[in-house]
């Protein structure tokens, strides 16, 4: 008896200690789904960079680009070619979960990886022109409400795409009905989606607020709302959120970590802590600073639902609008 | 006088030694490329783009590297049209008129010296054309909705066969062509994916970098190795440098006229760098009429075509930068490559990115003075080069493209994609099908649907917003223009090209 539970205790402490030790050695692989110089780049290359600073890994983090199909290359190949590889995660975002929500990486769901954590978020805006006869989000929500026509949105994103679902999530939180209908411009990116609204093609912008800077510094572009929980830090501080003003409305385009499902609990540990650890760090604060990201990281064990949510709230949206069947 | 502070920032970027040093190399590299017989600017650019991806350039050394490719080549081509008598890319056909006359009187040194200052005279005229036009056109553009951006690219297709086009089914085939592939990947405006086939790859659609790489550069070394594999061409003799300071006075007026015609000839759509020295050595003749001995080695007739094309070179950079529409095959190639770099050419690109914009105009100043320095006192150098078999020059441009293409997606199946369309590439151009047009419409396609789209949700399904303002009307009515003239007004044109280059002599 006495010798069972010493045992026991021993094979616990024992597991508990290998627990606590395990850390990855060697190089430690960041996969980027996309070509150098974009988000999930910027994203593996930065927190790679405070890492090695802080020591969280023993050797180096190495990132590796893969770009393809939004993100889906680098899903598919995580999913089949490397699941039980406990030196890899993959940066992810709102884009990747809007994807995984619309079934465009065919075959596969959320379910397929484990999801590590947020390091910070570019919230969306709802913005017009200085010269727009809307002055808060409510006018521009009524006018949608009476005519869902009446408004015309632009955004960098396709159709469906994040920029497009943070208009639906709005006018679904203020009431509107017929979401198909609200008419959407698609451009290549969010400059150019803002040069029309600033020039006066179209009612409305819809991105993040980390594009609008330049034509909000400028005066020419007045944002209506904000998509956040509280207001902004900074210069951001005088825009009113959507939650303020009776519209509760969330579309925080985060930047996170999955990393491979049949990875064993402890390497799982290890990851999410090593992303607390490193979303405390003044160096990480000092890149999120000077990157535009605002402060978003739901706590240990939250983010995996956090996820799953997201993903089913923007499945219904698009089943709303029609396109997924 | 904004400008001016525009070009003064610009001047900062260009000048750093970085950027110099990538000017430098481009003008080389583009006056190499310009000289060997076969491969033109267009090709040229398009080999030299995966360097700018191997060497993980910045977006303005870039730019900066290809324009100065761009610039080089339209100085390079007259050397293999004097030494020759074969035009070392077509805009550089009509030099040989009276270069190669010269050349033959032993005066090599001189006709190559005179067409250098003129190159250099009438890219001066064009680069100080667009920076007086280009600002003001991009302000212009800011009116543009998407009705008159849909007649805009209405109007680049119209054109797109060009006066000089030879056959029009050919260009719609190529274009068409363009078009298909464009659709393929996901369509932003219904947020469908089409003509993927489950393919992951495809999803984003095809990559227009490696659609160009494939089918200029890849289809070219096919090309190489099918016919110039041989020994390189034996050493032309020179003779001496006699060009004297009075000569070179004497053919300013040429000069001006020559750049000024050859801008404006650059700035129109469809028209190109061919048409712009074909008018100013034609206006030349006309001009001088009896007084000149054109065809037999008249200094003027050398002068005229090559202030043309390189004015025209400029010019041709003004719809790209202002409009996103190339006006010809070698700003598609740039336009790509800009789009490629995530920078959206149109009005917004002279206050979002005017670093790169004025950066690249004044490397083009720059890059000018690097190409005459290059031209005069080393062009014996070029002439040497021109003899080095290409042989050795193969294996290095085939391992650029396939280093380039790899670290721009470390994707082994972007290569295997590239090789498919350098053999299509290759197959299109034996069957004389043209390539920019394919290149123009895997552009323009995709922004001409977006824009239609746009347009149509703005009016609520209306047809009529299409031309609904005098601006798209104006558009519409000159594309219709675009369409008509040339069946019409080039044969004509082309009649009288070809004369011209019977009644010069035939290389012996």
């Known amino acids: 008896m006495f010798f069972k539970t010493t045992i026991a205790f021993a094979a616990a402490a024992a597991f508990s200690m290998s627990a606590m030790a395990w850390e990855p050695s060697g190089k430690v692989e960041c996969l980027a789904p996309a070509d150098p110089g974009g988000g999930w780049d910027f994203t593996c290359r930065s927190v790679g960079k405070v890492m090695q600073e802080l020591d969280l890994v023993s050797g180096s983090v190495q990132t590796v680009n893969m770009a393809g199909a939004g993100g889906g290359v680098a899903y598919a190949h995580t999913v089949s070619k490397r699941k039980n590889d406990d030196k890899l995660i993959v940066a992810a975002s709102t884009a990747t979960t809007t994807r995984l929500a619309q079934k465009q990486f065919p075959g596969m769901d959320a379910s397929m990886v484990k999801w590590v954590g947020a390091l910070g978020a570019d919230y969306g805006i709802i913005a017009v022109s200085k010269n727009s006869k809307y002055e808060n989000l409510n006018q521009l929500m009524d006018a949608v409400k009476e005519n869902p026509r009446s408004v015309k949105f632009a955004g960098g994103s396709a159709r469906g795409g994040w920029d497009h679902l943070k208009v639906l999530i709005a006018a679904k939180a203020a009431g509107a009905e017929k979401l198909p209908s609200i008419p959407y411009l698609s451009y290549n990116n969010g400059g150019e989606a803002m040069t029309q609204v600033v020039g006066g093609q179209v009612d409305a912008f819809t991105g993040d607020v980390s594009e609008a800077t330049g034509f909000m510094e400028s005066g020419d572009l007045r944002v209506l709302a904000v998509l956040s929980e509280e207001r902004l830090p900074g210069k951001f501080g005088d825009i009113p959120t959507a939650r303020e003003q009776g519209i509760d409305a969330l579309g925080p385009n985060w930047r996170g970590f999955y990393m491979p499902k049949d990875t064993s609990a402890e390497a799982q540990q290890y990851w999410v802590d090593a992303v607390d650890t490193l979303y405390a760090s003044d160096e990480w604060k000092a890149v999120m600073k000077n990157n535009g990201l605002i402060s978003f990281h739901p706590k240990a064990g939250e983010f995996e639902s956090f996820v799953t949510n997201q993903v089913q709230d923007i499945e219904t949206l698009s089943r709303e609008i029609g396109l997924l069947k | ?508």
């Not at chain 2, 970027?13 to 970085?18: F, K, N, S």
């Not at chain 2, 190499?32 to 491969?39: A, Q, V, W, Y």
């Not at chain 2, 900066?64 to 030494?83: D, E, F, K, N, Q």
């Not at chain 2, 031309?467 to 040339?486: N, Q």
Request: hydrophobic residues 50%.
């Open chain 2, 1 to 508: 006088m904004e400008t001016l502070g525009f070009l003064m920032d610009g001047f900062a970027v260009a000048l750093t030694p970085y950027n110099l040093m990538f000017a430098l190399f481009g003008a080389f590299v583009g006056t190499l490329i310009g000289c060997l017989p076969g491969l033109g600017p267009a090709n040229g650019v398009a080999i030299l783009i995966p360097l700018a991806f191997t060497l993980g350039l910045p977006p303005e050394t870039a730019m900066i590297l290809l324009t100065s490719v761009y610039a080089g080549a339209m100085y390079g081509g007259r050397i293999s049209s004097i030494l020759l008598n074969i035009p070392g890319d077509e805009p550089a056909m009509m030099t040989c008129l009276d270069g190669y006359p010269m050349a033959k009187k032993g005066r090599a040194a001189d006709a190559l010296a005179i067409s250098a200052i003129a190159s250099f005279a009438g890219s001066l005229i064009g680069t100080l054309g667009l920076i007086m036009l280009a600002p003001v056109l991009a302000r212009f553009a800011l009116t543009f909705g998407p009705a008159e951006y849909f007649a805009l690219f209405l109007l680049a297709f119209a054109t797109l066969g060009g006066i000089t086009g030879k056959n029009p089914m050919k260009t719609v085939i190529a274009a068409a062509l363009g078009i298909m592939i464009s659709t393929v990947g996901i369509d932003i405006s219904t947020g469908t994916q089409r003509y993927t086939g489950g393919v992951l790859e495809l999803y984003e659609g095809i990559d227009f970098i490696l659609a160009i790489v494939g089918l200029f550069a890849i289809s070219e070394l096919l090309f190489f190795v099918e016919a110039r594999m041989g020994k390189g061409r034996s050493k032309v003799n020179m003779g001496k440098l006699t060009l004297t300071f009075k000569e070179i006075v004497s053919t300013i007026p040429t000069q001006l006229r020559g750049g000024v015609l050859g801008f404006i000839a650059g700035v129109l759509p469809g028209a190109g760098a061919s048409l712009g020295s074909f008018i100013s050595y034609t206006l030349e003749k006309s001009v001088l009429g009896k007084k000149g001995r054109f065809g037999e080695g008249d200094i003027r007739g050398v002068v005229a075509p090559e202030a043309g094309n390189n004015g025209a070179a400029s010019g041709a950079l003004v719809p790209m930068l202002t409009l996103g529409v190339p006006g010809s095959g070698t700003t598609a190639v740039l336009l790509a490559m800009l789009i490629s770099l995530n920078i959206t050419p149109g009005p917004l690109m002279f206050t979002q990115n005017a670093d790169i914009v004025w950066g690249v105009i004044a490397a083009l100043l720059i890059g000018n003075v690097l190409l005459l320095i290059l031209n005069i006192p080393m062009i014996g150098v070029f002439v040497r080069l021109l003899s080095v078999p290409p042989m050795y020059l193969l294996p290095i441009v085939t391992m650029v493209a396939f280093v380039g293409i790899y670290s721009i997606s470390h994707s082994t199946f972007d290569l295997y994609f590239m090789i498919l369309f350098g053999v299509g590439g290759y197959v299109l151009r034996k069957l004389e099908i043209p390539l920019v047009p394919i290149i123009l419409g895997l552009l323009l396609g995709p922004e001409m649907e977006k824009n239609l789209g746009h347009a149509l949700i703005l009016s609520d399904g209306d047809w009529t917003t299409l031309w609904s303002s005098p601006l798209s009307i104006g558009l519409w009515l000159v594309a219709g223009l675009g369409l008509v003239l040339p069946t019409l007004v080039g044969p004509i044109l082309r009649r009288r090209m070809r004369n011209a280059i019977k009644e010069g002599p035939v290389s012996d």
